[in-house]
């Protein structure tokens, strides 16, 4: 077995060389950045494991997409739910974008006890 691996000498130590592949990242949105916070402080195993297989972005990015697109199923049906329609938004914007936000928040406070903090 031919092991090609490289050492440092770090004070009275020898320290393999290693190093990870390159792999193609795009910026994670707030969902995907969220949950490499909560790895990162509350789940440092799962965390570390990801790190060393190289599956920690791919991970994020998944959340990233999963959450996105959960948000935006969730979002109609909640709103038509809740009765809020485009005449609300034309007869009382301000009362709209209040349901509107409220509706979100609701939304994604079950995206973060579902993908996020799961």
């Known amino acids: 077995m031919e092991n090609n691996l490289t050492y440092t000498r770090s004070g009275d130590y020898w320290v393999p060389d290693l190093e990870l592949s390159q792999q193609e990242t795009q910026p994670l949105g707030k969902y995907g950045r969220m949950r490499k916070q ?20 791919p991970h994020l990015a998944e959340i990233e997409e999963t959450a996105n697109r959960r948000l935006e199923q969730m979002m109609p049906q909640m709103a038509q739910t809740a009765g809020v329609t485009e005449e609300l938004k034309a007869s009382d914007p301000m009362k709209w974008v209040g349901l509107m936000n409220s509706l979100k928040a609701q939304a994604e406070e079950v995206i973060l006890t579902e993908l996020i903090y799961a």
Do not use: A, D, M, T
Request: glycine fraction near 0%.
């Open 38 to 57: 909560y790895l990162k402080e509350h789940r440092p195993v799962l965390w570390n494991s990801l790190i060393l297989s190289e599956q920690l972005y």
